[in-house]
Every structure is written in structure tokens, then in C-alpha cells.
């Protein structure tokens, strides 16, 4: 799919972690797919780094 | 390679859970079969906690039951006594055993016994009272302590005579159906009950000369749905107890509340407990009570979300999402999916008919629950934060993610990963 295509074709949108946005686009009458996702251990690198070594 | 050896071990903690056999056993007073249920020694519920930090429900359910056991002549004396350090204080789970809410157990209550019989282990929780103004949710006037001497002086030596009559009760076929009835073994045991008098009713008929006594006995258990809570937690506390120690595994063996703290224990960091404050349950009230009535969170009852129940089952019971203020049928569905999450496996005796029968939850692992900031979902009973005044709605709390991060610290000191 071109550019060109891709602007003119309805949006079909698949949103990751800011539900806001799917709450958005859903008012405006878009179909959108929310993924509930959210970084490892809040973010905490300390963590992040003792579950990589965890092996998750 | 690490990671390989706790992934091993963590298969080998849930093929113990699932090989589990629990079965009821007996019921007998505490003192009979609890090794070191000591003369003013006190069983309660959660990890341990000083008479100071205690917070109403479990200083009023001490008091009441220093008076049962004859340590004081009425409720003041017993409050001087404890706080006089005269009395021993100490968690349930350091026993062998459970109890629900405020989890009092002394030496002449009646206690039900469990055998694991795939491992030999054995569990042990006292007779569930009811429901309100009773000893787990703080009562402790002269009504309940009658109650507890009824069930000491009949319910708990008949119920005994008639289990030791069967052989003992086996549980996962119980607990099997009660899923696909409805219940999740928390807050709901409907079914449960009804399958549990179906189980000893002939039994007791049979083992009891007086028709009288088994009518109020009958009339007791049949009338109290919650009746089969103690017995889920026995039951979980039996399948538990095996997965401790297992070196490597990153499984939740217990989980557990005082009123004050909640903690958590993982296999392969043993007996120690990792504590946070406890949070406060979120749901519906009794006519007459509201949020400022209530208690935080407490009951070793958390041993059964622990073995993949209660929360962690709400998918077979969409009245319980009710009860406890979540909402309905999809939301109950949602709780369960969360806990697929953190869990290691699915327990394959144990199907959810709402998920095309998936198996239950079973084998927190800390790591995920870290990773993923997922807290254990818990079903719950909400106590009045005053001594005395007994159960006041009924609602869900999460377990702090303070426990799990801690317990992850030491868990990967214990396997070397710092």
C-alpha cells in the first residue's frame, strides 16, 4: 500500500498503553483495538535489570 | 542458564500442587493434634505481629477467646492480659495451620484436619461460625463465645466421628464441581456447602444416637454458606505446604494478612516473610456500615487465591462480582484473565466453564507479578474496625506489590542473580 492509498483508506487503529487516545478516537467513531500494556516493572530500571538476570 | 533453573523449578512446585490429594480427615480439639499449641498460646492470622500493632478485630478476637479458654474472668481482664505480655502470640502458618479473617485458634477449639496424602502432609483450621457477629471478625460477647462452646462441646466431636466414619472426605472432586456450580471458594461456597452435607449428612446420621442434635447440627452447616471457606483453606494450606523450599522456584507458597501487614512467602526463600502495609478491601457494605467502618484487610483466607482460587477463579462465579462490588460476569471473567498473567500453569482438575473450561490460575510467580505490576486479585469479608462488631460487607483488595518486590530482591540473592 502506497502513501497516497494508505491516507485515503479508513483508519483502522491499534492503540498501545495511553487508553486516552483510544477513548479519542473512539468519540470520533474510529475502530480501535486497545493493547493494555505498560513497561516492564513501571519502568523501574533497577528491577528491569534484576528480572532480566531472573530470566523474565 | 539461570533462568532455566528456575523455570525447572517452578514446574516441578506446580506438578506438586497438582499431584496434591487433599482430604478432609478429622476434626479434633487444637490441642490434640497442633505439636506446641502451648497454655496461653495464641494462633492468628497473617505474619507475625506484636499486641501494640494489632489492630481491633484481632485485639478484640484475642480478648474473647482468653475468656473461652478460661485466662480471664471477662473482656478487660483478657485485654490486660495480653497487653501485660502474659500471652504468646503467633502467625497460623508457623503451626501447620489457617484461619480465616482474624484466624484465632486456641487449644480447646475444634480443629479440622487435612492430609495431603500424595505427600503426608497435614493442615489444620478451625470450625468456619458463621456469618456476622462471630469470633474471625472481631465478635467476642457472650453470644459468640456460646457458639464456640457449642461447637467445642458438639458440632466439632460429631463432625469428627462421622469423617473418621468415611475414611476421611476427598476435596478436588468437591471443589471440581463447586466451579462448575458457581463458586469460587472465597467468597461464594453455596455450592461447596451443599456438597459437603451431601458428603457427611448420611454419616452423621448414622454416628449420632440423638435426632435432635443432629437437626441443629445440620440446620447450622446447611445454613451457613460460607460453611466450606474453612475448609477451602485447609484444603489449599494441604497443597501449599509442599511447594515450600524447593530451591530455585520463584512460586508464592502463602499469603497472608493481620490486619496491619500483609506478607508473602515464596519457595525457595523458605519461612521468611515479606511484609507491606495492608491495603483497604473495595466493595459493598451491610445496611448501616460504610467505608469508615471498616477494617483493613486481614485472614490467612488468602491461601486460596494462593492455590488458584477465590480471585483468581472469579471466572466461575459472576455472583460473587456482584457480592463484592466488581461488577458482572465480564468483569469477574477479566479478574481471572489478569491472573493468567502471573501464574505459572493451569490447574487441569480444576476448569473454568466461562473460559471453555481452561484450567484455574495456579503458581504466582514473583517475577511476573513484578514485571508486570499485576497484583493478586483477592476476594474478601470486610471487618468493623472496632472489637466486637463482626463482618460489615464483603469486597476485593489487591496484594501490595511491596511484598513482591521485596520477596524478588531476596529471591535473587538466594539463587545468586545480584
Known amino acids: 500500500m502506497d502513501i497516497d492509498e494508505l ?8 492503540n498501545v498503553g495511553l487508553e486516552r487516545f483510544t477513548r479519542d478516537l473512539h468519540d470520533q467513531g474510529v475502530p480501535v483495538i486497545e493493547v493494555d500494556w505498560s513497561p516492564s516493572a513501571g519502568g523501574d530500571e533497577r528491577l528491569r535489570e534484576l528480572l532480566s538476570k531472573l530470566g523474565s | 542458564m539461570l533462568a532455566d533453573r528456575i523455570e525447572k523449578a517452578n514446574r516441578e512446585a506446580v506438578e506438586r500442587i497438582f499431584a496434591g490429594d487433599p482430604v478432609l480427615l478429622d476434626v479434633r480439639p487444637a490441642a ?15 505474619p507475625p505481629i506484636a499486641w501494640e500493632a494489632m489492630c481491633g478485630p484481632l485485639r478484640g478476637a484475642i480478648a474473647g477467646a482468653a475468656v473461652l479458654e478460661g485466662w480471664a474472668k471477662d473482656l478487660a ?6 497487653g501485660s505480655g502474659a500471652l504468646a502470640f503467633h502467625p497460623n502458618h508457623h503451626f501447620d495451620a489457617v484461619g480465616p479473617m482474624t484466624g484465632i485458634t ?13 505427600f503426608g502432609n497435614r493442615a489444620y483450621i478451625t470450625v468456619n461460625e458463621g456469618l456476622g457477629k462471630v469470633m474471625r471478625f472481631g465478635g467476642n460477647d457472650e453470644e459468640v463465645l456460646a457458639r464456640l462452646r457449642w461447637i467445642a462441646s458438639d458440632l466439632g466431636p460429631a463432625m469428627g466421628q462421622a469423617i473418621r466414619s468415611l475414611g476421611g472426605i476427598p476435596l478436588k472432586p468437591i471443589v471440581a464441581k463447586g466451579l462448575a456450580m458457581g463458586d469460587e471458594m472465597h467468597q461464594r461456597n453455596v455450592a461447596c456447602t451443599g456438597l459437603t452435607v451431601r458428603a457427611i449428612a ?14 441443629t447440627i445440620l440446620e447450622f452447616v446447611s445454613g451457613n454458606d460460607q460453611f466450606f471457606l474453612n475448609i477451602a483453606m485447609g484444603m489449599a494450606k494441604a497443597l501449599m505446604d509442599p511447594v515450600r523450599g524447593i530451591e530455585g522456584c ?17 519457595s525457595a526463600t523458605g519461612d521468611e516473610w515479606f511484609t507491606a502495609p495492608v491495603e483497604m478491601p473495595q466493595g459493598l457494605y451491610f445496611p448501616g456500615f460504610d467505608e469508615v467502618d471498616a477494617n483493613p484487610d486481614i485472614g490467612d483466607s488468602t491461601i486460596v487465591e494462593t492455590v488458584g482460587l477465590g480471585g483468581f ?3 466461575a462465579a459472576p455472583a460473587v462480582a456482584g457480592f463484592v462490588g466488581a461488577g458482572g460476569a465480564a468483569e469477574a471473567i477479566a479478574h481471572t484473565r489478569a491472573m493468567y498473567e502471573i501464574t505459572a500453569a493451569r490447574n487441569p482438575a480444576w476448569t473454568l466453564p466461562a473460559l471453555e473450561f481452561a484450567g484455574t490460575p495456579t503458581g504466582i510467580d514473583i517475577r511476573k507479578v513484578v514485571e508486570t505490576g499485576v497484583a493478586p486479585t483477592i476476594n474478601t469479608g470486610i471487618a468493623h474496625r472496632e472489637a ?12 501490595p506489590l511491596a511484598c513482591f518486590v521485596g520477596a524478588l530482591e531476596s529471591f535473587a540473592a538466594t539463587v545468586g542473580a545480584t
Not at chain 2, 77 to 82: I, K
Not at chain 2, 111 to 118: G, I, K, Q, T
Not at chain 2, 388 to 399: C, L, S, T
Open chain 1, 7 to 14: 491516507l485515503r483508506a479508513p483508519l483502522r487503529v491499534v
Open chain 2, 32 to 46: 490434640d493434634v497442633i505439636a506446641g499449641l502451648e497454655d496461653r498460646v495464641v494462633l492468628h492470622a497473617g
Open chain 2, 77 to 82: 481482664e483478657a485485654e490486660r492480659l495480653a
Open chain 2, 106 to 118: 486456641t487449644r480447646t477449639m475444634p480443629v479440622m484436619v487435612f492430609e495431603n496424602r500424595a
Open chain 2, 202 to 215: 448420611p454419616a452423621l446420621a448414622r454416628t449420632m444416637g440423638e435426632a435432635g442434635k443432629l437437626a
Open chain 2, 250 to 266: 520463584s512460586i508464592v507458597t502463602a499469603m497472608s494478612r493481620n490486619g496491619t501487614d500483609f506478607g508473602v512467602r515464596v
Open chain 2, 313 to 315: 477463579a472469579m471466572a
Open chain 2, 388 to 399: 466486637g462488631v463482626g463482618q460489615v460487607g464483603a469486597g476485593i483488595v489487591r496484594a
